[in-house]
């Protein structure tokens, strides 16, 4: 499989909603939500715009205290851990400080992206430390999470207000399927095949690769044209797992004859 990372529906709304925010008006409105289901590509995402820009990223943990969050942000950004939990504040703020103001310097800017946030949402504590130092450095924070992040920051009047930008991950589209396949797939899949994929799939990009990986197995075997790999190719051949029940997804038998 190819390695690549292949825009859809999804990263285009994301990165429109880090445009905005990086050229917002208030400059406390620094928060984006994301969220959806697992498996529709939020951390494949996370991580491009964390390779691409200057920043931060974390991924939160079940069992996260606040002075945990601290000392988690605190070694991620190369600092050493102060003794006292407020000292440990400022030497986040200051850090901080000093990241953007050599961010901004290149022309760029440093943002910051805390992965897995359900699992933190409904902590007062953490949460109102993320808005404090989004709020005081004025740094561009992406919230990640799956159904309860958006439905928890509701508790939280001060954060949610400004978290203006919320983008929900949906199942890829048939074009984003296409997407996918044809700049990863390392042989040639044609349209019925792609569309057969797209449906069992129920728009997941980690069914849809591992998809690719099986089309690639038998591909490679075969003599393919222009055409590229078939549903007839395939027939009989496992091309994924049903995230539902947990079986396999044979591809059919078809019958061009009918």
């Known amino acids: 499989m190819r390695r690549a990372f292949v825009e859809t529906s999804n990263t285009l709304n994301f990165h429109q909603a880090v445009k ?18 697992p498996g529709l590509g939020k951390t494949t995402a996370m991580q491009r715009l964390f390779t691409q820009t200057t920043g931060v ?13 601290l000392n988690t942000l605190l070694e991620a950004l190369a600092e050493p851990v102060p003794t006292k939990v407020e000292d440990r504040f400022k030497a986040v703020l200051n850090k901080l400080d000093d990241l953007a103001f050599a961010a901004h310097a290149q022309g760029e800017t440093f943002s910051m992206i805390i992965d897995e946030c359900d699992l933190i949402s409904n902590r007062p504590k953490i949460m109102e430390a993320i808005r404090g130092i989004s709020d005081v450095k004025q740094v561009p924070t992406v919230l990640v999470g799956m159904g309860r992040l958006r439905h928890d920051l509701r508790r939280f009047p001060q954060i949610n207000s400004r978290a203006a930008h919320k983008v929900q991950f949906l199942p890829a589209t048939h074009e984003d399927a296409r997407a996918l396949i044809n700049a990863l797939c390392e042989v040639p899949v044609s349209p019925e095949l792609i569309k057969f994929v797209w449906r069992v799939s129920k728009g997941f990009n980690r069914e849809i690769l591992n998809a690719i990986a099986n ?44």
């Not at 990223?57 to 969050?69: H, I, K, N, V």
């Open 57 to 69: 990223y974390l991924r939160a943990q079940s069992g996260w205290t606040y002075p945990w969050f």
């Open 215 to 258: 089309m690639e197995a038998v591909g490679k075997r075969l003599d393919l044209d222009e055409y590229g790999l078939t549903l007839a190719d395939m027939a009989g051949q496992k091309i994924l797992q049903d995230r539902d029940t947990g079986e396999a997804v044979i591809v059919p038998e078809v019958n061009y004859a009918q």
């Open 20 to 37: 905005s925010v990086q050229q917002r008006g208030a400059v406390e409105s620094c928060l984006v939500v994301v969220d959806g289901a």
